[in-house]
């Protein structure tokens, strides 16, 4: 009977699920402190010391990046690897593929940050981050794609449960939208230029933008509460 109990526990990837959650949180008190102090210093300016790397332009995207790709991000990749196991019964397509993930989201946002304070940006609100990140940022999100798509397709369970669908419909989706916002010609190591001009740059960063809150931010939610509130409402 232990035995049994050992293979079922190990049945599915958890310690992967528990990292994204932890890192989740703290992501998510870092995005807090952020805009307390940011906010503070539009109460009382002079709190940035005439210090560049701690101005409140400097440090806003700092914020929203923290709480939407640190906590947010990190609770979607937790929530995805989780559902989608126990939906599908059946572990994980790569654990390794799912490490990958892990370690290169936090990568993700530790440069980011490092980019905003220092004034390396796009100027593109939610899509600050210079070329060498935004290639990061592709090649994470593909082999997240690959392992969540694959371990549907490995599946035990013949039925796809809703929130597959919407977990794939947010990954398909922001895809699309991060790869054409981003198209840019790169002329050094940080700095780059967007292939699109005036309006229609204007035009293809707010498609990004609210698809991206219509997708990242709403469909992939959605997904969540699919599968949780149904779980605790019994």
């Known amino acids: 009977m232990a035995s049994v109990g050992v293979a079922s526990t190990e049945q599915y990837n958890y310690d992967i699920v528990r990292k994204f959650t932890i890192m989740a949180l ?10 307390v102090f940011i906010a503070s210093e539009l109460a009382w300016p002079a709190l940035n010391m005439d210090f560049a790397l701690i101005t ?14 640190g906590f947010g991000g990190c609770a979607l990749f937790a929530t995805t690897y989780y ?8 572990r994980l397509l790569s654990d390794g593929m799912a490490s990958i993930t892990f370690w290169g989201w936090q ?4 440069l ?22 935004d290639l990061l940022i592709a090649v994470i999100w593909v082999i997240y794609a ?24 947010f990954i398909l989706a922001v895809a699309l939208l991060h790869i054409f916002n981003n198209m840019a010609v790169p002329v050094s190591l940080t700095k780059s230029y967007p292939v699109f001009a005036g309006a229609q740059d204007a035009m293809t960063e707010w498609w990004y ?17 699919y599968y949780f509130v149904p779980k605790q409402a019994g």
């Open 209 to 225: 933008g609210h698809n991206a809150v219509g997708f990242y931010l709403t469909a992939a939610f959605l997904g969540m509460m």
């Open 26 to 35: 703290v992501w998510g008190a870092v995005g807090m402190l952020v805009g």
């Open 56 to 69: 409140f332009g400097r440090l806003r995207p700092v914020h929203t990046g923290a709480v939407i790709f």
């Open 112 to 133: 980011a940050a490092l980019g905003d304070v220092l004034g390396y940006s796009q100027g593109r609100e939610y899509a600050e981050m210079e070329w060498p990140i």
């Open 83 to 90: 559902i989608v196991q126990r939906t599908c019964q059946t």
């Open 107 to 110: 990568l993700i946002i530790v």
């Open 146 to 169: 690959i392992n969540f798509i694959g371990t549907v397709m490995k599946r035990k369970e013949p039925h796809i449960y809703v929130a597959n669908w919407f977990f794939l419909a």
